[in-house]
């Protein structure tokens, strides 16, 4: 089966920086996503990793860890607008195939 | 990057009834994904659309209550068939970007059933 766990809520302070874990155990792994869904809207593509390292953009980078199953999604000079739900998503097969997704976790910006 | 144009955006029908949502990509893509996203919760697939074949479902979905039509390589539908308080949720299509390190989604449709 496919697991993807990450926290489901989060608070941090606007300017701090949040670290946002996920943890995945899948059937094959050909790379991990990161997307922020503000309420009702669709998700936003945020970051790919494939290979093990830091991928940094900008505020946002993300790390992955192939061996240990695990990602984390890190958010610098927070701002409120960054207030939204981060999701963790897993392509276990190669290819044009679709997403396994984590339930998200709804971070929450405070002044 | 792709673009995705889903419609319609939100929509509240009956008990009973059913709603078709339409996905127009900008260009020729061999997959297109259908998510389901229940309230609070992440989201789920429900089936794959290859143009020229069948869909293929996910576990817990079948055909009789979201048949998928794929006509060609830019276009498709989902139909939620036989509405029920309970499928009330935000449908979303995907697509993979050509170097497979992307995927987009369209705006979603949140659909409410009273």
């Known amino acids: 089966g496919q697991n993807i766990d990450q926290p489901t809520e989060m608070t941090a302070t606007e300017g701090a920086i949040v670290q946002i874990n996920c943890t995945y155990q899948t059937s094959g792994f050909n790379g991990l996503f990161w997307y922020q869904q503000h309420a009702g809207e669709a998700p936003t593509f945020l970051s790919y990793?494939?290979?093990?390292g830091l991928e940094e953009k900008g505020r946002f980078s993300s790390f992955l860890s192939r061996s240990k199953g695990y990602s984390y999604l890190l958010l610098k000079e927070l701002q409120m607008k960054d207030s939204a739900s981060y999701l963790c998503a897993v392509r276990a097969l190669s290819g044009n195939t679709p997403l396994v997704f984590g339930k998200g976790t709804r971070l929450s910006v405070i002044a | 990057s792709a673009v995705i144009s889903q419609k319609p955006s939100r929509d509240i029908c009956q008990r009973g009834t059913s709603l078709t949502i339409q996905c127009q990509v900008d260009?020729?893509?061999?997959?297109m994904f259908w998510y389901r996203q229940q309230p609070g919760q992440s989201l789920t697939l429900i089936a794959t659309?290859?143009?020229?074949?069948?869909?293929?479902?996910e576990s817990g979905f079948v055909i009789d209550k979201f048949p998928i039509s794929r006509p060609n390589l830019t276009f498709s539908t989902l139909t939620v068939s036989n509405l029920s308080p309970e499928d009330s949720s935000i449908y979303l299509c995907s697509v993979t970007g050509v170097a497979d390190t992307e995927a987009f989604f369209g705006q979603g449709t949140r659909l409410t059933v009273v």
């Open positions: 659309a290859n143009q020229g074949s069948e869909a293929t479902y």
């Open positions: 990793n494939v290979l093990d």
């Open positions: 260009s020729q893509v061999t997959m």
